[in-house]
């Protein structure tokens, strides 16, 4: 128990059933004293506060515990000095990352004073604590934080037009100043992890089946690239509408024969999952609606049925089958295999007595 000085000089108790730190305990006393002092009404103060009359009378007499934005708004209703204000808070969350610099990214009241914290402007935060948020955040103007000594290193700056209309393109998001303690510099570096992915699946090429579509996609315009084609995915994504093509690609602007190729992915998690014949005649179906496309590869990690064999080989003039071991040659960027010739016939007749023999 602690004593303290009731309103008429006599000695009221106050439980010291919650652990609270002095300065809470003195704020919280000081709340009470000020609420019966002038006359105020506690349901009144309560429903300000958010709380339930009840609630607020056990969190003012030390039997519960009242959130830090809470005991902010309770002190601003019962007029005590911001000074004291500070001094409870920086025992509660001084320190942490609930208290902290902030600048304005829209415009604000005081939480205590009720002045207006402009967009842009430097101002003290306090974060919500807990799970449920229940407590919201509070806001402290620069007058009220200078008061406390949280923005003793701030200087004095003029709000240039440059700033304003930086301030203006900003979307509804805190953003910390550069000085705060708790801010860390973030560092965004693009990194290259083709060269590690090869590595990995041809060290274990079970790691085929595991990436997903849209990795597997990326790893095939990736070798497509290596080759020295122009390969890009289409529809932005695997689960996106592509009108039945997955990557386009074009020959590099050295090649005297420009072309436009067509490929379709089928990834598939099962390594014993083959690709039938469907998605052949659909991508077929596709070229022959557009013109442009001389080209069609259908790319896949596992392999193909027999009836979808016999379908490119009566399209090979439009369709190749990449499958399984294809992707391993080209994950070893081995491109010039004679595998990737196998397509085409080593011999044509022209015509009745004329053949030609290819290399």
């Given at each position: 128990m602690v004593s303290t000085p009731g309103t008429d000089g006599s000695i009221q108790s106050v439980s010291k059933s919650v652990h609270t730190p002095e300065e809470v305990r003195s704020t919280l006393a000081d709340i009470r004293q000020s609420i019966e002092r002038r006359g105020l009404l506690i349901d009144r103060v309560a429903l300000s506060v958010g709380v339930s009359p009840a609630y607020l009378q056990s969190c003012l007499s030390g039997k519960r515990s009242l959130a830090p934005s809470r005991l902010v708004i309770a002190s601003r209703e019962a007029g005590i000095?911001?000074?004291?204000?500070?001094?409870?808070?920086?025992?509660?969350?001084?320190?942490?990352?609930?208290?902290?610099?902030?600048?304005?990214?829209?415009?604000?009241?005081?939480?205590?004073?009720?002045?207006?914290?402009?967009?842009?402007?430097?101002?003290?935060?306090?974060?919500?604590?807990?799970?449920?948020?229940?407590?919201?955040?509070?806001?402290?103007?620069?007058s009220c934080s200078e008061l406390a000594r949280w923005l003793q290193r701030l200087p004095h700056r003029p709000r240039r037009a440059a700033e304003h209309m930086i301030s203006t393109a900003m979307d509804d998001r805190q953003l910390p100043l550069a000085f705060a303690r708790h801010v860390k510099p973030t560092y965004v570096q693009l990194v290259d992890i083709t060269s590690t992915l090869a590595a990995k699946i041809l060290a274990n090429p079970a790691e085929l089946f595991e990436l997903s579509p849209p990795q597997f996609e990326e790893l095939v315009v990736d070798r497509l690239s290596a080759m020295g084609l122009d390969a890009r995915p289409v529809g932005g994504g695997t689960y996106r509408r592509d009108g039945g093509i997955d990557i386009i690609f074009t020959p590099p602007k050295t090649f005297p024969f420009p072309?436009?190729?067509?490929?379709?992915?089928?990834?598939?998690?099962?390594?014993?999952?083959k690709v039938g014949p469907q998605p052949l005649r659909e991508l077929i179906g596709v070229m022959a609606t557009n013109r442009f496309f001389a080209a069609g590869m259908i790319v896949t990690n596992t392999s193909f049925t027999p009836d979808a064999k016999d379908f490119a080989s009566r399209n090979q003039s439009l369709l190749r089958l990449r499958d399984f071991h294809d992707l391993m040659r080209w994950v070893a960027d081995n491109f010039l295999d004679d595998a990737a010739w196998r397509d085409l016939p080593t011999r044509i007749q022209l015509c009745e007595g004329i053949s030609v023999d290819l290399i």
């Open positions: 000095e911001f000074t004291r204000v500070a001094a409870a808070l920086g025992k509660i969350v001084g320190g942490t990352t609930q208290l902290r610099v902030s600048r304005a990214a829209r415009a604000y009241n005081c939480s205590y004073c009720g002045s207006e914290i402009r967009r842009n402007d430097e101002y003290v935060r306090l974060e919500p604590s807990g799970l449920s948020n229940q407590a919201g955040a509070a806001h402290f103007c620069r072309f436009i190729g067509a490929v379709q992915v089928k990834h598939r998690r099962d390594p014993s999952s």
